[in-house]
């Protein structure tokens, strides 16, 4: 993980901790490429969570939003999520 990577997530999770008692439900959002198994690959990384999750496609069907309701247990948890989805080719967090 290259240094501005790190310090984003560092001050991400001060945020989350000044912001949130744990547990805690967050929201995450993310943009797709609808191409291989891009959708499917964030839901299985919110697999036996509990999560609502929500697709939506663009009007081209190029790319898919996905909206990831889930109870996360402390603000570590919710960043080693991004850092475990963002390997997805293409993948935005929102």
């Keep these: 993980m290259d240094k501005d ?3 984003f997530y560092d ?3 001060v ?4 912001s949130n008692t744990w ?3 967050y ?3 993310f943009i797709v ?3 291989n198994d891009n959708v499917i690959r964030v ?3 919110f697999d036996c969570m509990g999560a609502v999750i929500k697709t939506t496609k663009s009007k081209t069907g190029k790319f898919t939003s996905i909206s990831v309701d889930v109870m996360m247990k402390d603000a570590q948890e919710i960043i080693d ?4 989805v963002s390997t997805i080719e293409g993948i935005i967090s929102l």
């Design 11 to 13: 001050r991400l999770k």
């Design 27 to 29: 929201l995450y959002k």
């Design 33 to 35: 490429p609808t191409v």
């Design 5 to 7: 990577t790190q310090e």
């Design 23 to 25: 547990p805690a439900e």
């Design 81 to 84: 999520k991004y850092i475990e």
């Design 15 to 18: 945020e989350l901790d000044m």
């Design 43 to 45: 839901e299985e990384a």
